[in-house]
């Protein structure tokens, strides 16, 4: 989603091209009604789960991190505006089942565990969900000029699993952020001139959008 | 009919412009600088120059979604989210919402507009290429539709001309097929793009070029006149130009047009038909609805220009019947509203590449790379006639690479915001064949809520455009392959409608005979001399490559004719 979709034609007019797959596309018949304007919001409880969630993701280090870019916030307005019922429900779905597996594993909630508790119990949502698109089928291709589509068979998945959206909606969240894209990226918002062809810098950060 | 004779007087110009997009901003000014008084009806509202360009110096986090279109826009919008783009936040406001302007689809077409002061001058990608010689003969040549009335010899000057007052950047490359033009300096191509272009030369003779864009390097004194300057490098250009270094009609032909104070511009008035007066053989002005209060009122001129865009400019001859011309105006040789082409891409390879590692590129080259055409060119024959040619660019890729990856944490994150791999992409725009049965109609009876009959599409891709797409991709991964990229991806959207390509174009021929074209040699409608249109309607085939510059061309011809033409009185 980030500018791959953003620019899909207009990005090959410019030459920006970017690489990951970053969009899902289902098969006919999997299609949820859009919910325009449909409520949807989380518990304080949930909120502090994603915000959590995020930070694991993209930690504060010498950089800011997720939650001080309020990624968040930003993930629950995203799934609010932009996503179909099913992400919606998806992503519920992923937030109880990290304090499922809490309790199994550790007899309490993701929040009440320790945080390399809750890298282990990441990696294995990772891990899952690694496995369930390749059962699915998930193939990389092409619907326009840059931008490129993940198609799965919608039979085998539902959906947009939880973890791809949280990796998704984290890192655009945080990239695209004052904080992201100013203190982890090289954020340059007039150039000025345009150079081809320069030596990469030692420590040189990629550029914000 | 009562007839308030002042008030008429005060409706009366010698010109009226109908639209102020990129065709209709140089009918203003050519006919201005000429000594004419000029109405320019805009139907939608006023864009003004810079203050008008609500996200241009916004940073992505001041959108609420990033730009990203919600679900509600992605329904309002039902045409525009087909394009993957042009519904995103930091641009939407700039396009139509087709919810408010609906059209029917007999077979589905993607119709992308722009009503608005400056109408697509906006939001084009500025792309601007020379017809070459034999796309002017090809139609002859091949028995295809019909010939042009007119060679690239008659467009070559005002090619020079428009050139030069828009500012085109880009390399002089000596070829045929490309023929070179008065460039601003070119852009530079990065290091990736300097080496696929010496492979695909070496290995396979064939050219790549840096784009040639309507973008300011170098401004010259009739640029910065007009308060142009140089070109930023932001990349954020759809949102429109606080530093007019692209050409569009309010950075460049609007500001020219109201230096003479000939020029008077309308909003709000969508132009409905073009009044006929039947003892006079000749159109005598136009009739608009204001699109807020719905008000009706006519305009009255000595000769009229249509530059509305090809589907609007040819529904308002459709729209204007009289005894003379049940069937609209000018249209005898039911040619109105036929032969919709547009350039059919979703098509190309993309790839990643080894090496280049330690470069990198500074600021954001509003531009790609452009390769062009060679399949049936020169020696080469294939199983279907015209070409292609492929637009494009090298990166390095950046976060985006995340999403796909595995990991998570500060060694990942670390990754992320570090300098990823090359990779480049290349999509053809290829020729679409003008054809009679795909077209357009006005639906009897379901209206706009300006009781305008709706647009109803009825066009598709060909065989001839089918067979070309095969090379069309595989030539693209044969291109990276020769340059040594690797997991090159080649793809074709089969799923992508005429008019994706956001260049419609045909629906009101030029011809040398009236009885199968609308148009004549100066774009002058055949049977009515005194209307010109000298948008996109005109073309009588579609070439390869981009097609506004020649809009430009042919309307900056027609609008020195028609001048001519009203000063020995023939109109
Ligand atoms: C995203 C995008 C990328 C593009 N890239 C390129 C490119 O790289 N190179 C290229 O050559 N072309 C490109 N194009 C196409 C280019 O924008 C069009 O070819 C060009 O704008 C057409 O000019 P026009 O004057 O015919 O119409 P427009 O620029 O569309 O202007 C038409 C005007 O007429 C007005 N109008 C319509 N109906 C009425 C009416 N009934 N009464 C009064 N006014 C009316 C509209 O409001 C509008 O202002 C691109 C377009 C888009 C959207
Ligand atoms: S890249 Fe150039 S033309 Fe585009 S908005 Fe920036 S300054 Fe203007």
């Given at each position: 989603m980030n500018r791959r979709e953003a620019l899909s034609r207009v990005a090959l007019l410019m030459g920006g091209t970017l690489s990951a797959p970053t969009l899902m596309a289902f098969g006919e018949g999997a299609a949820m009604p859009?919910?325009?304007?449909?409520a949807f919001s989380f518990t304080p409880a949930q909120q502090a789960l994603v915000a959590e969630v995020a930070e694991h993701i993209?930690?504060?280090?010498s950089t800011p991190g997720a939650k001080d870019a309020g990624v968040g916030p930003f993930i629950e307005l995203m799934l609010k505006d932009c996503y179909k019922a099913q992400e919606q429900q998806n992503f519920l779905d992923g937030l109880a089942d990290l304090d499922a597996k809490a309790t199994k594993a550790h007899g309490k909630k993701f929040m009440e565990t320790t945080s390399a508790e809750q890298v282990e119990i990441l990696k294995q949502v990772e891990k899952e969900t690694t496995e369930l698109m390749k059962n699915a089928n998930v193939q990389q291709v092409k619907v326009g000029d840059n931008v490129d589509k993940e198609v799965v068979d919608s039979k085998k998945l539902k959906g947009t699993p939880f973890w791809r959206l949280a990796k998704e909606l984290t890192l655009f969240g945080y990239f695209t952020s004052e904080q992201g894209a100013t203190k982890a990226l090289d954020y340059v918002p007039i150039p000025g001139r345009y150079d081809g062809c320069i030596p990469l810098k030692k420590g040189q950060k990629a550029y914000a959008l | 009919m009562y007839l308030n004779i002042d008030a008429q007087k005060e409706m009366t110009y010698d010109a009226i412009v109908v639209g102020s997009g990129i065709s209709g901003g140089w009918a203003a000014k050519e006919l201005t600088e000429k000594g004419l008084r000029v109405l320019c009806l805009e139907r939608g509202r006023d864009v003004k120059h810079v203050e008008g360009y609500e996200t241009a110096m916004k940073a992505p986090w001041e959108l609420a979604h990033r730009g990203r279109p919600d679900n509600q826009s992605a329904e309002e919008y039902w045409a525009g989210i087909r394009t993957g783009y042009t519904v995103n936040e930091e641009h939407r406001y700039l396009f139509e919402n087709d919810s408010k302007n609906p059209y029917l689809e007999t077979r589905p077409f993607d119709w992308i507009r722009a009503y608005h002061t400056g109408g697509r001058s906006l939001l084009w990608g500025r792309q601007s290429y020379r017809w070459n010689e034999e796309d002017f003969m090809a139609n002859a040549k091949e028995g295809i539709s019909i010939d042009w009335p007119i060679r690239y010899k008659d467009l070559a000057p005002w090619y020079d001309y428009v050139e030069r007052f828009a500012g085109i950047s880009g390399s002089k490359d000596g070829l045929d097929v490309l023929p070179d033009g008065q460039f601003q300096p070119a852009m530079e191509l990065n290091c990736l793009e300097k080496h696929v272009k010496s492979e695909v030369m070496r290995k396979m003779g064939r050219t790549l070029t840096i784009g040639r864009v309507a973008h300011l390097t170098k401004p010259q004194s009739i640029h910065t006149a007009l308060g142009r300057a140089a070109c930023q490098y932001r990349n954020m250009c759809m949102r429109g130009c606080p530093f007019g270094a692209y050409f569009s009609t309010q950075a460049a032909t609007l500001p020219a047009a109201m230096k003479t104070k000939r020029l008077t511009l309308a909003n709000n008035k969508i132009v409905s038909e073009v009044l006929y007066d039947e003892k006079k053989g000749r159109a005598t002005g136009v009739r608009t609805i204001d699109q807020n209060t719905l008000e009706v009122k006519d305009y009255y001129a000595k000769i009229i220009f249509l530059n509305a865009s090809a589907i609007p400019s040819a529904s308002i001859l459709m729209n204007?019947?009289?005894?003379?011309?049940?069937?609209?105006?000018?249209n005898e040789s039911d040619q109105?509203?036929?032969?919709i082409m547009d350039h059919h891409l979703g098509v190309g390879a993309s790839g990643t590449y080894d090496g280049f590692e330690d470069q990198y590129y500074f600021g954001r080259r509003a531009n790609g790379v452009y390769i062009p055409r060679y399949r049936n060119w020169g020696k080469d024959k294939r199983d279907y006639v015209r070409g292609f040619g492929y637009q494009g660019g090298a990166s390095r890729s950046s976060w985006g690479r995340g999403v796909g990856m595995e990991g998570f944490g500060a060694a990942f994150k670390e990754e992320m915001t570090e300098v990823g791999g090359w990779n480049m992409g290349i999509g053809g725009f290829g020729e679409v064949l003008p054809n009679e049965n795909n077209r357009f109609t006005l639906h009897p009876t379901k209206k706009d809520k300006w009781g305008m009959p709706l647009v109803v599409f009825d066009a598709g891709y060909g065989e001839n455009e089918r067979k070309m797409r095969i090379d069309m991709k595989n030539d693209a991964a044969e291109m990276l392959e020769a340059a040594g990229f690797k997991n090159i991806n080649a793809y074709d959207n089969t799923k992508s409608n005429l008019g994706i390509g956001i260049h419609e174009m045909g629906t009101a021929r030029m011809g040398k005979d009236p009885k199968t074209s609308v148009l004549n040699a100066h774009n002058q409608v055949h049977a009515c001399k005194n209307i010109f249109m000298t948008d996109g309607a005109a073309m009588t085939s579609a070439s390869c490559v981009n097609p506004s510059l020649t809009y430009m061309a042919l309307t900056a011809r027609a609008a020195a004719f028609a001048v001519d033409e009203l000063k020995k009185k023939n109109l």
């Open positions: 859009p919910t325009a304007g449909a993209i930690p504060r280090t | 204007s019947k009289s005894s003379r011309f049940p069937n609209g105006l000018g109105l509203g036929r032969n």
